[in-house]
């Protein structure tokens, strides 16, 4: 029962589709059905690397790596006034100079889990990223 209601669905969403002339229309279908039936892509399973490069859509990992900076960066300049999560940044403040030093201390993990926990990614992307700049002086 739950599979004919899906397929009835889809069979909807095709027949409203196939007039679709605008990218901006397919791209708003595009997120949220895949669509590379409608452009012709020819992708193998779970690949949306052609949809998004057609459509101009930009992979999930430079969006999160960017709207992480984004946040990191807006955080450390007041924008978002959260002492809570600040508190939780630690700078990195060597002892000697030297040619590299990354910019925030990330404190040992044990875990993936905690390797992986929200502030810690941030501030470890931030560190691999030359791009990264919280301040511009």
Do not use: W
Request: aromatic share 12%.
């Amino acid at each position: 029962m739950i599979c004919c209601s899906a397929l009835r669905t889809l069979g909807f969403v095709m027949r409203l589709a196939k007039d679709f002339g605008l990218k901006s229309s397919l791209k708003a279908l595009y997120c949220s059905i895949f669509t590379s039936y409608l452009l012709g892509n020819d992708c193998p399973p779970h690949d949306y690397t052609p949809v998004a490069t057609n459509l101009g859509l930009v992979i999930l990992a430079e969006r999160r790596r960017y709207f992480g900076n984004k946040f990191l960066k807006d955080l450390l300049t007041g924008v978002i006034d959260s002492p809570s999560l600040l508190v939780l940044v630690t700078f990195k403040v060597p002892q000697r100079s030297t040619r590299y030093t990354p910019m925030f201390h990330i404190p040992f993990s044990a875990t993936d889990y905690m390797k992986n926990e929200p502030i810690r990614r941030l501030m470890s992307h931030a560190n691999t990223d030359p791009t990264f700049k919280f301040l511009d002086f």
